[in-house]
């Protein structure tokens, strides 16, 4: 009778973790996707943040997922990128095997902390067991760097989180590091199972240095993201021969155009029919906007705007767009009532 009320303690111990995993989980009722994508040679980009600085709930901060060579690689952490990344059955800890950073602006790092700490917690949306790596560009100089000091920072500002997880649910203490890859130029930053990620300066503005954007190559594939850049000969540079070219945008209407207060501002980003000009120097197979800011206009406009300096394939990116590069770039869209992508 013993081995009998063992066997049933088991099950019940069993079968509660898998009550705790269900409840754990995003969606109760779909599976969760597995951690890893699987290895091919396509590759898959789902946009998890289109939006900038403006707390938006249909566009989170810009964050952009890489699944490539059996890898998922994060382009920066904007606000909700754990949520997105929940959304997607992905873990924020686990499932994701390096973090770039384009440049030190807030809607670029808000999701950072929440991504680092909710990474490390117990459960399927976190249980990193390493340290979180974290690329960011240095202005190389001997100072720290921003993704140096963010590391530095984060330990610090939440010291008694670590310190009361790691004695209160035994964390290991891997997990709560970071990582820090900083890097200085234009130069392959990251190269790993037939992956390799360039970095590449871009031209945000005299007071926003450094800032980059990356180009991600995976055999006869290849993506590249803009970072936030004015017009830049060297994104074009960069960029030229890529399948898809994400790139930021910032449209406003004529009349908002004449405040001087939006002027800088404006000046540090890429109008609608600037961007045009890239694509059709880059000839993409497909471009698509993300951190898209619209002031006194819409999507629609956004297009046809873009539309007068560039006839090619074209998407205004929608959080959780996903695109997958293969001798094709196909677009699908998110369908939030069904919490899926078409079949
Ligand atoms: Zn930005
Ligand atoms: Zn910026």
Same mark, same amino acid.
């Given at each position: %009778?013993?081995?009998?009320?063992?066997?049933?303690?088991?099950?019940?111990?069993?079968?509660?973790?898998?009550?705790? =995993?269900?409840?754990?989980? #995003?969606?109760? @009722?779909?599976?969760?996707?597995?951690?890893?994508?699987?290895?091919?040679?396509?590759?898959?980009?789902?946009?998890?943040?289109?939006?900038?600085? %403006?707390?938006?709930?249909?566009?989170?901060?810009?964050?952009?997922?890489?699944?490539?060579?059996?890898?998922?690689?994060?382009?920066?952490?904007?606000?909700?990128?754990?949520? &997105?990344?929940?959304? =997607?059955?992905?873990?924020?800890?686990?499932?994701? $095997?390096?973090?770039?950073?384009?440049?030190?602006?807030?809607?670029?790092?808000?999701?950072?902390?929440?991504?680092?700490?909710?990474?490390?917690?117990?459960?399927?949306?976190?249980?990193?067991?390493?340290?979180? &790596?974290?690329?960011? #560009?240095? @202005?190389?100089?001997?100072?720290?760097?921003?993704?140096?000091?963010?590391?530095?920072?984060?330990?610090?500002?939440?010291? $008694?989180?670590? /310190?009361?997880?790691?004695?209160?649910?035994?964390?290991?203490?891997?997990?709560?590091?970071?990582?820090?890859? $900083?890097?200085?130029?234009?130069?392959?930053?990251?190269?790993?199972?037939?992956?390799?990620?360039?970095?590449?300066?871009?031209?945000?503005?005299?007071?926003?240095?450094?800032?980059?954007?990356?180009?991600?190559? !995976?055999?006869? &594939?290849?993506?590249?993201?803009?970072?936030?850049?004015?017009? $830049?000969?060297?994104?074009?540079?960069?960029?030229?021969?890529?399948? =898809?070219?994400?790139?930021?945008?910032?449209? %406003?209407?004529?009349?908002?155009? +004449?405040?001087?207060?939006?002027?800088?501002?404006?000046?540090?980003?890429?109008?609608?029919?600037?961007?045009? %000009?890239?694509?059709?120097?880059?000839? #993409?197979?497909?471009?698509?906007?993300?951190?898209?800011? /619209?002031?006194?206009?819409?999507? &629609?406009?956004?297009?046809?705007?873009?539309?007068?300096?560039?006839?090619?394939?074209?998407?205004?990116?929608?959080?959780?767009?996903?695109?997958?590069?293969?001798?094709?770039?196909?677009?699908?869209?998110?369908?939030?009532?069904?919490? +899926? !992508?078409?079949?």
């Amino acid at each position: %009778m013993a081995g009998n009320d063992g066997t049933t303690t088991r099950r019940c111990i069993l079968a509660g973790i898998a009550a705790l =995993l269900a409840v754990l989980s #995003p969606d109760c @009722d779909t599976a969760r996707a597995e951690d890893k994508p699987p290895i091919s040679k396509d590759i898959v980009v789902t946009l998890l943040g289109t939006g900038a600085p %403006m707390p938006s709930p249909t566009r989170f901060g810009p964050a952009t997922l890489v699944q490539v060579g059996g890898l998922n690689l994060l382009f920066d952490a904007g606000r909700g990128v754990t949520v &997105r990344l929940f959304q =997607l059955g992905l873990s924020s800890g686990k499932g994701i $095997d390096a973090v770039f950073l384009t440049h030190y602006h807030s809607d670029h790092v808000a999701g950072l902390p929440d991504l680092w700490m909710t990474g490390y917690i117990f459960g399927p949306f976190g249980s990193r067991a390493k340290a979180m &790596r974290l690329w960011g #560009p240095s @202005d190389g100089t001997t100072a720290p760097s921003g993704v140096a000091k963010i590391a530095k920072g984060l330990a610090e500002a939440f010291s $008694d989180d670590v /310190l009361i997880r790691q004695a209160d649910e035994q964390i290991p203490a891997a997990a709560t590091q970071i990582e820090v890859h $900083d890097f200085h130029g234009d130069r392959v930053v990251f190269d790993e199972a037939g992956v390799r990620v360039t970095a590449f300066a871009v031209d945000h503005g005299d007071l926003i240095k450094p800032s980059v954007g990356y180009r991600i190559d !995976y055999g006869a &594939r290849s993506v590249t993201i803009s970072g936030d850049t004015k017009f $830049d000969e060297n994104l074009i540079r960069h960029a030229t021969g890529t399948d =898809l070219l994400i790139h930021e945008v910032f449209a %406003m209407s004529e009349q908002l155009a +004449k405040l001087p207060q939006l002027r800088p501002v404006a000046a540090h980003h890429t109008s609608p029919e600037e961007a045009g %000009m890239v694509f059709s120097r880059v000839k #993409p197979k497909l471009a698509a906007y993300s951190h898209i800011v /619209l002031l006194g206009t819409e999507v &629609r406009e956004l297009l046809s705007r873009t539309q007068s300096t560039y006839q090619g394939p074209l998407e205004a990116g929608e959080d959780l767009m996903r695109f997958t590069i293969g001798d094709r770039v196909v677009a699908t869209r998110w369908q939030p009532e069904l919490r +899926k !992508y078409p079949d």
